[in-house]
Nanobody, 118 residues
Framework: QVQLVESGGGLVQPGGSLGLSCAAS????????MGWYRQSLGKQRELVAI???????NYGDFVKGRFTISMDKAKNTVFLQMNSLKPEDTAVYYC????????????WGQGTQVTVSP
């Protein structure tokens, strides 16, 4: 049974920082890549960042060096550090994991709200 449990969302002021965590089970090794997507009201879900087991990472164009994704294999956890947050970063952030053994199979967390507001 695959589970992705997110934590760390909340309210932050513009220019502030926030860190998100995604704890994966049964093991992070079951996935070829893990990452974060986000969806704001009235918009499609979009890629924020993704990281492979080898450590390679890709980011959405809007990130522009503000966010960093990392992986702790020993803790089966993926992190997203978000700095210089803007109001337009307000969204529900979803953890995503891509199955290693079945191409196209994706798992999703329940989502965590990030609100950037004065």
């Amino acid at each position: 049974q695959v589970q992705l449990v997110e934590s760390g969302g909340g309210l932050v002021q513009p220019g502030g920082s926030l860190g998100l965590s995604c704890a994966a089970s049964p093991t992070i090794g079951a996935f070829s890549a893990m990452g974060w997507y986000r969806q704001s009201l009235g918009k499609q879900r979009e890629l924020v960042a993704i990281i492979t087991g080898g450590g390679g990472a890709n980011y959405g164009d809007f990130v522009k060096g503000r966010f960093t994704i990392s992986m702790d294999k020993a803790k089966n956890t993926v992190f997203l550090q978000m700095n210089s947050l803007k109001p337009e970063d307000t969204a529900v952030y979803y953890c995503n994991a891509r199955a290693r053994t079945q191409v196209g199979l994706n798992y999703w967390g329940q989502g965590t709200q990030v609100t950037v507001s004065p």
